[in-house]
T-cell receptor, first 115, second 116 residues
Framework: DAGVIQSPRHEVTEMGQEVTLRCKPI?????LFWYRQTMMRGLELLIY????????DSGMPEDRFSAKMPNASFSTLKIQPSEPRDSAVYFC?????????????FGPGTRLTVL | AQKVTQAQTEISVVEKEDVTLDCVYE???????LFWYKQPPSGELVFLIR??????QNEISGRYSWNFQKSTSSFNFTITASQVVDSAVYFC?????????????FGKGTLLTVNP
């Protein structure tokens, strides 16, 4: 079975540009999570969805960040405009909550560099 | 609020040594899950184990073992006869069980280096 798929794996952009990160969760999973990893702050949750509906976006750093989940098999995290401090690795994870499988499985991450 | 503390920032051992990674957690929830994830140099996060707060039995999987003690709020991870391939950052994490908030709270991680 395919795991969580993220694209692109690496993104280099210039300050002020729009960046879109993509995620395909594991088929059948009903929760999707976006995390950011930096040296200073470690792994932090940005937002998560249940059945395509955003449940908690309190971790989204500011209005420049937005996330959508138009269907059960696709989610995007958008940064507009991007800033150098947004440079980090962004992980998407999915899980099937409420069963013995409610473990979050992570994608390979997208390494974002904003110049 | 939930908190996970991994006091060991870095550990360096020689191959075949046993090594224990410490994890101490804080939560007001009566039911919760604890996890360990491995992040090798390639960067992905690999799930290793999940433990329910009701289940204090220790678990062994090959060279890996986990010791969960609610009395001390600890969930330590031991690698027996370490190998170079075990070199990675290891994260301990905590989440509420049940309810509607499934946020994973991570520790800062422990960088384990196994030298040949």
């Amino acid at each position: 079975d395919a795991g969580v798929i993220q694209s692109p794996r690496h993104e280099v952009t210039e300050m002020g540009q729009e960046v879109t990160l993509r995620c395909k969760p594991i088929s059948g999973h009903d929760y999707l999570f976006w995390y950011r990893q930096t040296m200073m702050r470690g792994l932090e949750l940005l937002i998560y969805f249940n059945n395509n509906v955003p449940i908690d976006d309190s971790g989204m750093p500011e209005d420049r960040f937005s996330a959508k989940m138009p269907n059960a098999s696709f989610s995007t995290l958008k940064i507009q405009p991007s800033e150098p401090r947004d440079s980090a690795v962004y992980f998407c994870a999915s899980s099937l909550i409420g069963t013995s499988m409610d473990t979050q499985y992570f994608g390979p991450g997208t390494r974002l560099t904003v110049l | 609020a939930q908190k996970v503390t991994q006091a060991q920032t870095e550990i360096s051992v020689v191959e075949k040594e046993d090594v224990t990674l410490d994890c101490v957690y804080e939560t007001r929830d009566t039911t919760y899950y604890l996890f360990w994830y491995k992040q090798p140099p390639s960067g992905e996060l690999v799930f290793l184990i999940r433990r329910n707060s009701f289940d204090e039995q220790n678990e062994i999987s090959g060279r890996y073992s986990w010791n969960f003690q609610k009395s001390t709020s600890s969930f330590n991870f031991t690698i027996t006869a370490s190998q170079v391939v075990d070199s990675a950052v290891y994260f301990c994490a905590l989440t509420r069980s049940g309810g509607s908030n499934y946020k994973l709270t991570f520790g800062k991680g422990t960088l384990l280096t196994v030298n040949p």
